[in-house]
């Protein structure tokens, strides 16, 4: 079945500080989607990325989705405190299954 | 919109006990799924409702879950004769089309003693 990995599990950042967290699909999927949850919170929706290479921008916040539509990125600047939290890209293979990565859990020092 | 509510919050029970979790999806939406959440790992897929229609069961659900959507709105989810490794956070989620995000609910934590 679909795996989707993310790497690294966990990320430590010093503010101001950038860093990038990845994930890869065993499969090539229809899109790929971005969820953030916070110490205790549920999953959040963030983004979702459909075509091949696409990049999108939220603030500080850049996602890329690879050509092959099989890997992406998320790309954070200037790390804030209010960027705690757990990152995790899910992959869509089908119509409606979602499959969800670990999650890279970042911490911020200040 | 009022968001996906899920009831419980918490939920606290003894081995071999049922147990039954509630989920009221987002009004409009037709499309709700099940999550299973452990500690340090993200939501595991359980199972997936379009409408009262259950489409997709995962291998993760034996047979002591059952979830029903009856009328197209709400949905239960339930867990006979539960164990200790039914511990986790079930998550529930609603969205519309195709193409559209899902949206969580808080979940339901179970804890089994």
């Known amino acids: 079945g679909q795996q989707v990995m993310q790497i690294p599990q966990y990320q430590h950042v010093q503010e101001g500080e950038d860093f990038t967290t990845y994930c890869n699909s065993s499969?090539?999927?229809?899109?790929i989607q971005w969820y953030k949850q916070r110490p205790g919170g549920h999953p959040v929706f963030l983004i979702q990325l459909v075509k091949s290479g696409e990049v999108k921008k939220q603030k500080r916040l850049t996602f890329q989705f690879g050509e092959a539509k099989k890997n992406s990125s998320l790309h954070i600047t200037a790390t804030q405190t209010t960027d705690v939290g757990t990152y995790f890209c899910a992959g869509l293979a089908n119509d409606y299954k979602l499959s969800f990565g670990a999650g890279t859990t970042v911490t911020v020092r200040a | 919109d009022t968001g996906v509510s899920q009831d419980p919050r918490h939920k606290i029970t003894k081995r071999g006990q049922n147990v039954t979790f509630r989920c009221d999806p987002i009004s409009e939406h037709n499309r709700l799924y099940w999550y299973r959440q452990t500690l340090g790992q993200g939501p595991e897929f359980l199972t997936y409702?379009?409408?009262?229609?259950?489409?997709?069961k995962s291998r993760l659900l034996s047979d002591r879950f059952s979830a029903e959507r009856p009328k197209g709105s709400f949905s239960t989810l339930e867990i006979q004769r539960t164990e200790q490794g039914d511990s986790a956070m079930y998550l529930c989620a609603s969205r519309g089309d195709s193409n559209q995000p899902q949206h969580f609910g808080d979940g339901t934590r179970l804890s089994i003693l």
């Open positions: 409702f379009q409408n009262e229609a259950q489409l997709e």
């Open positions: 499969t090539t999927l229809s899109n």
